[in-house]
């Protein structure tokens, strides 16, 4: 008898690797060519700002909170800020989750209305507002913070849907009835801390929105932090590029604090349930 070799089969690990390897370097260039989209703008932001007749200097920033109504304008926003963001939140938190909750089959055309702010032109949005809105309230800044929650409902109704998509809803709410909690204890009890990070994303966004809103505000007569960095480039340019250079990489700080507390949260050593 004849005895027949089988030949072995040749592993595939290598041609594996390679794409592997092709891959990880085409994520690296991505990366890179990103990262060099975003920094070189701002690197260029940052000499502009740091140029002075004796050669360059960061003084310009020490020097931000002494300017002329800096601290006047920057309050302003900050109020509007914190207003805009409790009006936000306590519209917007019950109603998305009642939407998911109680009426599923209207989410998408829930979704399609809170997507009109951003349809509508800002200026459309604040010359109708001025043509309808009581005179007590336009003598105050508050009506900012009204059409601010009006036009930060899609940012924030996003978030909170993306946190409540990621949820058992039903589930957590049946439990927590069924061990007689009512609905108030339930949504601060066991709702909102699981909302957490989709709570912080619509508080930043919202804030970013307010503070670097220019349009509504210019045309209402207020001189919130953007309208003074556009009123005071035309004095000094380089002080209204370090203030805006500094608001940008607020933000994105911000942003970076969310996906690390998110990040602690979801960890399974972090102690948290």
Same mark, same amino acid.
């Given at each position: 008898?004849?005895?027949?070799?089988?030949?072995?089969?040749?592993?595939?690990?290598?041609?594996?690797?390679?794409?592997?390897?092709?891959?990880?370097?085409?994520?690296? $260039?991505?990366? %890179?060519?990103? +990262?060099?989209?975003?920094?070189? =703008?701002?690197?260029? *932001? /940052?000499?502009? !700002? #740091?140029?002075?007749?004796?050669?360059?200097?960061?003084?310009?920033?020490?020097?931000?909170?002494?300017?002329?109504?800096?601290?006047?304008?920057?309050?302003?926003?900050?109020?509007?800020?914190?207003?805009?963001?409790?009006?936000?939140?306590?519209?917007?938190?019950?109603?998305?989750?009642?939407?998911?909750?109680?009426?599923?089959?209207?989410?998408?055309?829930?979704?399609?209305?809170?997507?009109?702010?951003?349809?509508?032109?800002?200026?459309?949005?604040?010359?109708? $507002?001025?043509? %309808?809105?009581? +005179?007590?309230?336009?003598?105050? =800044?508050?009506?900012? *913070? /009204?059409?601010? !929650? #009006?036009?930060?409902?899609?940012?924030?109704?996003?978030?909170?849907?993306?946190?409540?998509?990621?949820?058992?809803?039903?589930?957590?709410?049946?439990?927590?009835?069924?061990?007689?909690?009512?609905?108030?204890?339930?949504?601060?009890?066991?709702?909102?801390?699981?909302?957490?990070?989709?709570?912080?994303?619509?508080?930043?966004?919202?804030?970013?929105?307010?503070?670097?809103?220019?349009?509504?505000?210019?045309?209402?007569?207020?001189?919130?932090?953007?309208?003074? $960095?556009?009123?005071?480039?035309?004095?000094?340019?380089?002080?209204?590029?370090?203030?805006?250079? /500094?608001?940008?990489?607020?933000?994105?700080?911000?942003?970076?604090?969310?996906?690390?507390?998110?990040?602690?949260?979801?960890?399974?050593?972090?102690?948290?349930?």
């Amino acid at each position: 008898m004849v005895a027949l070799s089988v030949p072995e089969a040749v592993p595939a690990r290598p041609a594996r690797r390679r794409r592997s390897t092709g891959a990880s370097w085409l994520r690296w $260039v991505v990366l %890179v060519l990103t +990262g060099l989209y975003f920094l070189v =703008p701002l690197y260029a *932001a /940052l000499d502009f !700002a #740091v140029q002075t007749p004796d050669g360059p200097s960061l003084q310009v920033f020490g020097g931000i909170p002494g300017q002329a109504g800096f601290l006047d304008a920057f309050g302003l926003s900050l109020t509007l800020a914190l207003v805009t963001t409790v009006i936000t939140l306590v519209l917007m938190v019950p109603t998305a989750i009642y939407v998911h909750l109680r009426l599923p089959r209207v989410q998408r055309l829930f979704e399609g209305i809170t997507i009109l702010p951003i349809v509508i032109p800002p200026v459309v949005l604040i010359v109708g $507002v001025l043509q %309808v809105a009581p +005179g007590e309230l336009k003598g105050t =800044p508050m009506l900012l *913070a /009204l059409v601010y !929650a #009006v036009l930060a409902m899609p940012f924030a109704y996003r978030s909170l849907d993306s946190g409540l998509r990621a949820l058992s809803l039903t589930t957590l709410v049946e439990a927590s009835r069924s061990l007689g909690a009512g609905w108030t204890t339930t949504l601060f009890r066991v709702l909102l801390p699981n909302l957490r990070s989709a709570l912080l994303s619509a508080t930043v966004l919202t804030v970013a929105l307010v503070l670097g809103e220019y349009t509504m505000a210019s045309l209402d007569q207020y001189e919130t932090f953007p309208v003074w $960095v556009v009123v005071f480039d035309q004095d000094n340019a380089h002080v209204s590029v370090a203030v805006s250079l /500094l608001a940008l990489i607020g933000t994105w700080i911000l942003l970076l604090l969310i996906s690390l507390i998110d990040r602690r949260r979801r960890s399974p050593n972090s102690g948290e349930s």
